[in-house]
């Protein structure tokens, strides 16, 4: 059954657009600008938006953009990929404090319109499925922002046997938490579950933009770019998208060819 699912996507299959830049800042830019465009041309769009350290330089340059009155957000609506599981939306390590302080607050976006599983749903199944439904209303996600983990996981799909096409709970991978364990005081104190959208529910996204920084990502890239789809490296199934983006810098896209864009 799985292998059917691949062969049918394998031939579906167009190639990525793949952006390689020079270094983290002209890849903040660069993808700030694509955002930044995307809104200009529909003010209205619904952004799917990611955390992690990646996306840290496109918050950034988005803030500088609108404060210089280039784009305004002010009626864009936002759903995150993830949220840890379980957690406050007090606590700062929080998907949603990360959001808060990084984006939504500097770019002016309503708590309305900012949408984000809770983490500390006492019903996790009701809250995933109340999710899909919030993004349906919206009209779907215009364009969905992505990082990438170390292993091939986008949201907090995990590499696996098998991947699920909605939003749900997951149980986070030990290299996943190793990974994001530098943002706690200790590895013990990262969440062990997580609520993220499913490859699915992403895969619906209308344009998909994939950011990837350093060295220590460019198998993953390799591999999701390059490799088989496979569910062992859930961002490969982004070659079944007809619309999807990669931007690294060049540590991060250093086994693909290609020249720097400027
Ligand atoms: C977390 C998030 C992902 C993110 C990944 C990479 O696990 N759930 O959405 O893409 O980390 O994070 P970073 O950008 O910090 O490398």
Redesign the pocket.
Known sequence: MKNLLLEFLCGRVIPIKIVILRDYESLSRQAAMLVAKTVRSNPAAVLGL??????LGLYRDLTEMVQQGFVKFGRVTTFN??EYYPITRENPQSYYQFMQRHFWEPAGISAARAHSLKGDSDDAAEECLHYEQRIRQAGGIDLQV????ING????NEPGERLQAETHLVSLSGE?IA??SRFFEKAADVPGM?L?MGVGTIMKARRILLLASGGH?AAAIRETVRGPLTTAVPASLLQAHPRVTVMVDREAGRYLAGRCAP
């Open positions: 990611a955390t992690g350290s990646t996306p990929l993830d992505l990082g990438i983990g996981h986008i949201g907090f996943t990974a994001n997580a993220t990502k």
